[in-house]
């Protein structure tokens, strides 16, 4: 079982839209988890930390439930240029270092 | 502020060679993690290295080995290249002991082909 794994898409939307995306993880020894967006042929970008408290950050909003080790990004009014690909990672600390563990990435294609 | 910075861009290179890659991390950060992502996939974690150790590594063979330098900066080293290899190579920075630590800013990566 892969330790970070999400639903590969691709999913197509319209603009305006509303997307959710699902990451489910295996070690509930995680500590921290983020959504990072990857744009073709570019480096991922941190979007957003991921909090047990959901967190907001203008037309995105992340949740984490750690009972079920799951974590979600929801965007609102998708625009073109949300299209990308979006990793959802997880961070199990190990002794001083903080290895980031990426699941294979989520692809959206916003339409016009 | 110079963000990460890796070279080569692109990399085209035959089974059995070595290949070196290198990274500068972002300004203040002193902490270089190595990362390798096939086409379709995640980012998998090579290795990190911290004060010139490496400090944690990823399920990665021997044939991949890398330094630090005392400016921070960073090499990768592979070793006997496979066509398995052919991927692209992102370095990360970050700085240890800051309470964002895990926050790691990516460099623009080196597409490796290994023919």
């Known amino acids: 079982r892969k330790e970070v794994e999400q639903d590969p898409g691709p999913f197509n939307v319209p603009e305006g839209a509303t997307v959710a995306f699902n990451c489910t993880y295996s070690n509930s020894a995680s500590q921290s988890f983020f959504w990072y967006r990857q744009d073709c042929r570019k480096e991922p970008k941190l979007l957003m930390s991921v909090y047990s408290s959901g967190n907001e950050d203008g037309r995105f909003t992340a949740q984490l439930n750690r009972a079920s080790q799951y974590i979600s990004l929801l965007i609102r009014d998708s625009k073109l240029s949300d299209s990308a690909t979006y990793l959802c990672v997880v961070i199990l600390s190990s002794g001083s270092a903080r290895q980031l563990t990426f699941g294979s990435g989520t692809q959206l294609t916003v339409l016009p | 502020d110079a963000g990460v910075t890796q070279s080569p861009t692109h990399l085209i290179k035959t089974r059995g060679q070595q290949v070196t890659l290198r990274c500068s991390p972002k300004?203040?950060?002193?902490?270089v993690s190595w990362y390798q992502q096939a086409l379709g996939q995640g980012p998998q974690f090579i290795f990190q290295?911290?004060?010139?150790?490496?400090?944690q590594r990823g399920n990665f063979p021997d044939r991949f080995s890398g330094h630090q330098f005392p400016n921070y900066s960073s090499e990768l080293n592979v070793n006997a290249l496979w066509l398995g290899d052919s991927a692209l190579y992102l370095c990360?920075?970050?700085?240890?002991?800051?309470?964002?630590?895990?926050?790691?800013?990516f460099g623009p990566g080196t597409r490796l082909l290994v023919l």
């Open positions: 290295y911290y004060e010139e150790e490496e400090r």
């Open positions: 300004s203040g950060h002193d902490t």
């Open positions: 990360a920075s970050s700085l240890q002991g800051a309470v964002y630590q895990e926050t790691q800013y």
